[in-house]
């Protein structure tokens, strides 16, 4: 082994600093030629809708002519004309603060039933995520029709056993709890993530726990819950996007609960129905753009519902910090 | 300050190029003279499916026998929305049909679909064969850019066997009379739950929609600037109050109750035909339905029954359609004018695709003609189509926004939320108005 004079990494470095510049330019050049189908995926699809959208915004747009610059007019009817526009949001945000975390609950809950099954676990998993592969629209329709006040077998159930079953869907007080456990009964994309989280938990983690004498409700909270943080947080950010974005069941529960489902001529008329209490931000969206042609002002609700989901998924984001294994162990 | 140029540059791209990209070409001069020989492709796109869409490909298939040379490209199952975002992106649509007259106050001011005025004029096309309703919602200040495509037309529908149980002997002729006979025909189950019902007035329900309710008074939408007129016509207070006393009658929860049990409007469950619904305003395609569902069914139809003051105006119905029209990004107009002309002036089209689609046929001569299908029942709504007491609902650059916004307060009416009526209508001509400000304006 040669002695290596101390400067001679410096001069080796020197020496050497042409060929590793190219290497690291080279490096740099394969890693943004495999970033470019993304990044263009991400401009295309994104960075150009939304700046698109908040230009619209700005502008009298039909889609069907040039659109027309007409400053903050679309916002001022939207914060001070708009008749519906609060109510659908209002109805948003219900699904948001209701929506989401019943279903996290639930099927939470199952997962961990589900992790102490001991006999015929598969028929359990697969019976509690087969739901979830029904298409919504099916899974809507049929829902709307097992609670059909006057033929569904949901009241004919309650009315063999004397009493008067409600009018679900078409109760503006009790539609959205109806979705909701329309929600619950499709809990199988949820739980199935939540059931391989739980079942990630290391075993050790418990037994240790247990020689500690800690409750089950202690090994929950110390062991459990610091160990599938990350996972609860991504079914709360993507729960909480869905639901902000929730439209497809609303809809179709409106149509078909108003009794004018019909085929190849839109929605419009029945989108909120009972009394607009299944109207949902994207729905009056879609109503004002599609509708009424006021894409202009439909770009407005657009750059809205996105700066509100933008600021309600930073401040999620901050808050579940507190909850991140670092801390929940420290 | 790095960050903020690739930024402020890619917003500056986004809006010339969003703007940019809206610009589509203006109507085009035509020639002189329709061509002598039709030769080309052609793409014909409309809502139509399944058996609705065979009727219309064997009108196409008469067209394109007729013009050998010719091949229309039909796209069915494309709804309003689909045909919209077509046009806008610069599809190939050269003619484009909607199930919808809302359409076209955008459609027409914005040049979507183009101007016919200068085809008709050049080939002398009777646009006086249209009957005057279909006519008048197929333009939009004074720019003809569609057709009507056959017609729906709104009448009253009644159970003749129920009517007779309950010793009438004719259908109604005034909404006074109607509520009579329906109280008399609506029978309830020992808890008190409607069991069958001989008119359902609430709102939202079937058919039952602020324009066949309208029809009532011979109540007015617009003004002529395009504004509402909704809190001026004093036909429309008069025929709330009316409406939410019937509701009263019989008690808004009981009804909301019934019509939430009832089956699906466009199913064999219908109430109508399932025989628990004595009455019901619905358009001359039901008797299609009723045809195939409800064979043993004994019906008659009678044109929409009007308050007794306001009894000049009985004989019409709300008129409605299908319309068609020339997309602004044709590339092959004069095919397209001329596939647009077979579908809606050649009789023999006209009737084959009534008679097929149990729509009503929109011109004169088609519904003179001896092939047309015609049951008593259907007949009512043919005269209705030509009465001079039908009215429509006015184009409007904001589609059917403003039958919305009445809609939404009438709902309210009829459960006791609407407040003072005429506070109430007045705020809807405000929503109304607004709405139009966003959309026209300086």
């Known amino acids: 082994m040669s002695a290596v004079p101390l400067n001679s990494g410096r001069t080796a470095s020197l020496a050497v600093r042409p060929g590793l510049k190219r290497s690291q330019r080279r490096r740099q050049l394969t890693a943004l030629a495999m970033l470019t189908p993304a990044l263009l995926g991400l401009a295309i699809f994104f960075v150009f809708p939304l700046l698109a959208s908040v230009v619209f915004s700005f502008t009298r747009y039909d889609l069907l002519s040039d659109p027309q610059w007409v400053g903050l007019l679309n916002y001022e009817y939207l914060f001070t004309k708009d008749p519906k526009v609060w109510i659908a949001a209002g109805n948003t945000l219900w699904f948001v603060v209701i929506l989401v975390p019943v279903r996290m609950l639930t099927s939470l809950l199952v997962a961990m039933l589900l992790v102490r099954a001991r006999q015929a676990s598969g028929f359990w998993r697969t019976a509690f995520y087969l739901p979830a592969l029904v298409p919504p629209v099916a899974s809507v329709v049929a829902f709307v029709f097992l609670f059909n006040p006057g033929t569904g077998p949901v009241n004919t159930i309650i009315g063999f056993f004397g009493g008067q079953g409600p009018l679900w869907f078409n109760d503006p007080a009790l539609s959205k709890p109806s979705l909701l456990l329309l929600g619950v009964w499709v809990l199988g994309d949820i739980m199935i993530i939540f059931l391989a989280a739980l079942l990630d938990v290391p075993r050790e983690q418990y037994e240790a726990a247990e020689l500690d004498g800690a409750s089950s409700a202690q090994r929950f909270r110390y062991v459990t819950l610091p160990n599938i943080v990350p996972v609860l947080v991504f079914a709360l950010v993507t729960g909480v996007i869905a639901a902000l974005q929730y439209f497809t069941e609303a809809a179709v529960a409106s149509s078909v609960a108003s009794g004018k489902a019909t085929v190849g001529e839109g929605a419009g008329s029945t989108i909120g129905y009972p009394d607009d209490s299944l109207l949902t931000f994207t729905q009056w969206i879609y109503v004002r753009g599609f509708s009424n042609f006021q894409l202009g002002y439909a770009s407005a609700l657009a750059v809205l519902l996105f700066v509100v989901a933008a600021l309600f998924l930073v401040l999620l984001l901050r808050r579940v910090k507190a909850f991140t294994p670092e801390e929940a162990q420290g | ?155 009253l529908y009644v159970n003749d066997d129920m009517l007779a149980d309950a010793g009438y002997d004719h259908a109604p002729q005034t909404m006074e009379e109607l509520e009579e006979m329906a109280l008399a025909m609506t029978t309830y189950k020992d808890d008190g739950s409607i069991d069958v019902l001989g008119f359902n007035p609430l709102m939202g329900y079937y058919e039952n929609t602020p324009t066949n309710w309208a029809m009532t008074v011979g109540a007015t939408w617009l003004k002529d600037d395009g504004t509402s007129n909704i ?111 077979y579908l809606t002036t050649d009789t023999d089209a006209v009737v084959k695709l009534s008679n097929g689609l149990k729509n009503a046929p929109t011109i004169t001569s088609a519904l003179e003609s001896p092939d047309l299908e015609v049951t008593p029942q259907f007949q009512t709504f043919l005269d209705i189509i030509q009465s001079p007491n039908s009215k429509t609902t006015p184009p409007s650059k904001v589609g059917a926004g403003y039958q919305q916004a009445m809609g939404d307060y009438w709902n309210k009416f009829q459960q006791g939320d609407g407040g003072d009526l005429t506070d109430g209508l007045t705020g809807v001509d405000t929503a109304i108005n607004d709405s139009l400000a966003l959309v026209d304006g300086p």
């Open chain 2, 1 to 155: 300050m790095k960050m903020q140029r690739p930024l402020a540059a890619i917003i500056a791209i986004a809006a010339v190029t969003a703007l940019a990209a809206c610009s589509g070409p203006s109507n085009q001069e035509i020639s002189p003279t329709a061509p002598a020989h039709l030769e080309g492709t052609v793409s014909l796109w409309h809502f139509f499916s399944d058996r609705e869409a065979d009727v219309i490909q064997s009108v196409v298939d008469d067209f394109e026998a007729a013009n050998p040379d010719v091949t229309v490209d039909v796209h069915s199952g494309q709804d309003d929305e689909k045909l919209q975002k077509a046009i806008a992106a610069g599809n190939n649509v050269d003619v484009g049909i909607s199930y919808s007259t809302d359409i076209v106050g955008a459609f027409c001011s914005s040049g979507a679909f183009r101007d016919l005025g200068p085809y008709i004029e050049r080939d002398g096309v009777d646009v006086g064969q249209f009957s005057e309703t279909t006519a008048s919602y197929t333009q939009f200040e004074g720019t003809r850019c569609a057709l009507p495509v056959l017609a729906d037309a709104y009448g």
């Open chain 2, 231 to 341: 809190g001026s016509d004093s036909g429309w207070a008069e025929i709330l109050q009316w409406q939410k006393d019937f509701v009263d009658a019989i008690g808004y929860d009981k009804l909301q109750a019934y019509s939430a049990g009832m089956g699906q409007e466009f199913s064999a469950d219908n109430a109508f035909q399932t025989g628990k619904l004595a009455m019901n305003f619905d358009g001359e395609y039901r008797t299609a339905f009723i045809a195939d569902q409800a064979p043993d069914l004994n019906y008659s139809t009678v044109p929409i029954p009007t308050l007794a003051d306001h009894s000049d105006s009985y004989g019409g119905g709300y008129v409605t359609g299908n319309i068609g029209g020339i997309a602004k990004n044709s590339k092959n107009p004069e095919l397209a004018w001329a596939l647009l002309e």
